[in-house]
């Protein structure tokens, strides 16, 4: 059977048992993973696997139930399972099918380009590019160890029916390589890492090219030291800056707007970053590490802002948030095999600076360059704002020396209306951000 003609049995199945409405996921997943270490191979692993996930409604109850056992027999059990738990389930006057006015009119999933045409390379030809990302590493000076180089390729491919009449699906191909590498001898080593993933691997950076970054990356950060306490302008480098901007993104999201658990709950049409500045969504980017014809309920995807002008425009929603909050979805409903739609964002933009991360760190005077967090401490309702960083000390506006185990703390309503990019963002991350400069922030050992 068909991926589709899967998703239309146990629709039909859960209908028999007596289910009012029902929607499939239909997954299918195929990967090949090597890594290598010391120019030998240390890892390596292909799999393959196809799973479903149906969502059984009885009124305002809902089950989910998934089996990557797909014949006749075990899609009918499914759907007999699925209903009787949704039997038992707490009524939600908010869980749903979109309505059929909602869905369709997406976009050719083939004008995404999401599918490389090219042949998957063998596993030889992939073992042979680690090497080289390795030996790239290696050969810059300070670096003592790689600690794995690998390399990976995978299709999968996605399909979604329901029983409002909506039918689709869509494939996409990942060929990513990373490197970690090791710098310094004994105590005083450090570890640093540089990886890339595109659609296409004609898109993809060298395997060198990767590697010395990530060599690059680990021999800069030898020798750190304390960095001092107190008040500091900070900039979140390229690397880390996305992470600054889905604590906003997690803040717009219907889940916690809807539980009133957000600390911009009452902030809609209000000023949350400085004038000028947008973040804006868009599923419907040629290649994007995230694009998407139609969200997991089958609402068609566009681009759509999420503030513009520094004002706050809109939540983030799937069909049963909206419905919760009085408002139309957003189509932006995402979806494993063993759980209902919640909402999440595709390719997210934010407003690039005019200036360079050169320019920022010049401008900047004393303060702190932040190029990896670790741990968080972070409330939702009121965005208070604590994480662990390293990176590096900047005096006279120049970089000083490396810092570790550091604390950088402040409030995110504060921080988002200081926020001063820069013009480096990658456009082929999923959140991409340029290195982004945020005043007033309390740094700590």
């Given at each position: 059977m068909t991926?589709?003609?899967?998703a239309?049995r146990?629709?039909e ?9 029902a ?5 299918g997943e ?7 270490s010391?120019g030998?191979?240390?890892?390596a692993?292909?799999?393959?696997a196809r799973?479903a996930?149906?969502?059984?409604l009885?009124?305002g109850?809902?089950?989910c139930?998934?089996?990557?056992v ?16 949704a039997?038992?389930a707490?009524e939600?006057?908010?869980?749903g099918?979109a309505?059929a006015?909602q869905?369709g ?14 042949e998957?390379?063998p ?13 790239a590493?290696l050969?810059v000076q300070g670096?003592t160890q790689?600690?794995q ?6 299709r999968?491919?996605?399909?979604v029916?329901a029983?409002?009449?909506f039918?689709?699906?869509y494939?996409?191909t990942?060929?990513?390589l990373?490197?970690s590498a ?6 005083g ?5 540089a990886?890339e993933?595109?659609?296409h ?5 060298s395997p060198?090219?990767i590697?010395n ?5 680990a021999?800069?950060?030898l020798?750190p030291?304390?960095?001092p ?14 992470g ?5 993104l ?9 539980r009133g658990a957000?600390w911009?709950?009452?902030k809609?049409?209000?000023q949350?970053l400085?004038?000028?500045l947008?973040?804006w969504e868009?599923?419907?980017?040629v290649?994007?590490?995230a694009?998407?014809p139609?969200?997991?309920e089958?609402i068609?995807?566009?681009?759509r802002?999420i503030?513009e002008?520094?004002?706050l425009q ?5 069909c ?8 139309e979805?957003?189509g932006?409903?995402r979806?494993?095999t ?9 390719n997210?933009?934010i ?9 920022l760190?010049r401008d ?6 932040v190029?990896s967090?670790?741990?968080s401490?972070?409330s939702?309702t009121?965005g208070?704002?604590s994480?662990g960083?390293?990176?590096?000390w900047v005096?006279g506006?120049e ?9 950088v ?10 926020l ?6 990658d456009p082929?991350?999923?959140v ?6 945020v005043?007033?922030?309390v740094i700590?050992?």
């Amino acid at each position: 059977m068909t991926d589709l003609e899967i998703a239309e049995r146990l629709i039909e199945a859960a209908k028999a048992h007596g289910a009012d409405a029902a929607d499939v996921i239909v997954m299918g997943e195929s990967s090949v993973a090597i890594g290598v270490s010391g120019g030998e191979l240390e890892e390596a692993e292909r799999s393959e696997a196809r799973e479903a996930g149906l969502r059984a409604l009885i009124g305002g109850r809902q089950a989910c139930v998934s089996s990557s056992v797909l014949d006749s027999p075990a899609l009918d059990a499914m759907a007999a399972r699925a209903v009787a738990l949704a039997r038992e389930a707490p009524e939600d006057p908010n869980a749903g099918l979109a309505e059929a006015a909602q869905i369709g009119g997406h976009q050719d999933p083939a004008t995404l380009d999401l599918v490389d045409g090219a042949e998957p390379l063998p596993p030889e030809t992939l073992e042979e590019m680690a090497c080289s990302a390795e030996a790239a590493a290696l050969a810059v000076q300070g670096v003592t160890q790689v600690e794995q180089a690998s390399v990976s390729q995978g299709r999968t491919e996605v399909t979604v029916a329901a029983s409002n009449g909506f039918h689709g699906g869509y494939a996409r191909t990942i060929t990513g390589l990373g490197v970690s590498a090791i710098a310094g001898e004994g105590l005083g080593r450090e570890r640093d890492f540089a990886g890339e993933s595109r659609h296409h691997r004609g898109d993809l950076p060298s395997p060198e090219w990767i590697g010395n970054r990530a060599a690059e990356r680990a021999v800069a950060a030898l020798g750190p030291r304390k960095a001092p306490a107190g008040a500091f302008p900070v900039l979140y480098d390229e690397r880390v800056a996305a992470g600054l901007v889905m604590h906003l993104l997690s803040a717009v999201n219907g889940g916690p707007v809807a539980r009133g658990a957000s600390w911009l709950i009452d902030k809609m049409g209000a000023q949350v970053l400085p004038d000028g500045l947008a973040i804006w969504e868009d599923p419907l980017i040629v290649r994007g590490s995230a694009s998407r014809p139609f969200d997991a309920e089958g609402i068609a995807s566009r681009p759509r802002p999420i503030v513009e002008g520094g004002v706050l425009q809109r939540w983030v929603l799937d069909c049963a948030t909206a419905r919760k909050l009085g408002q139309e979805t957003t189509g932006n409903a995402r979806r494993g095999t063993v759980a209902p739609p919640s909402p999440g964002t595709s390719n997210v933009r934010i407003t690039q600076g005019p200036q360079s991360r050169d320019d920022l760190i010049r401008d900047m005077g004393t303060g702190l360059i932040v190029t990896s967090m670790i741990g968080s401490s972070i409330s939702p309702t009121t965005g208070s704002y604590s994480r662990g960083a390293s990176g590096f000390w900047v005096e006279g506006g120049e970089i000083a020396y490396p810092v570790n185990e550091i604390t950088v703390a402040g409030s995110l309503p504060e921080m988002m209306k200081t926020l001063v990019p820069a013009n480096d963002a990658d456009p082929n991350r999923g959140v991409s951000a340029p290195s982004i400069l945020v005043e007033g922030l309390v740094i700590g050992a």
